[in-house]
C-alpha cells in the first residue's frame, strides 16, 4: 500500500519526480563548487602551509560579506516566483 502511494505520489503533478527533476542542476552545481573549493586547498596545502591558513579567514570573510546579498535575492526570488505564477506581473519590478 506505501510503495503504491509513493508511485503515486513520484509521477503526479508537483510530485516527487518534478521536484527531483528541477533540484538536479542545483545539486550538480554546488555539488561541483564544494570539489572546486577542496581542489584549491588542495593544491594550496601542497604549495605552503601559511597559504592554506590564510585560505580559511579568507573564505569566511568572502561568505561574511556576500551572505547579506544572497540572502536577499534568495528572499526576493521566492516573491518573483509567486507573483509571476499567480499572472501578477505588475507587482514583480517594486518586489524587486
Known sequence: MRLAALAARWRAEGGY????RLAIPLILSTGSWSLQ???DR???????????????PAGILNYTLMSPFIGTAGFVSTFVAQYHWADRPERIG???
Open 17 to 20: 519526480g518534478e521536484l527531483l
Open 42 to 56: 588542495m593544491f594550496l596545502a601542497w604549495y605552503s602551509p601559511e597559504s592554506i591558513a590564510a585560505s580559511t
Open 37 to 39: 573549493h577542496f581542489v
Open 94 to 96: 517594486p518586489t524587486t
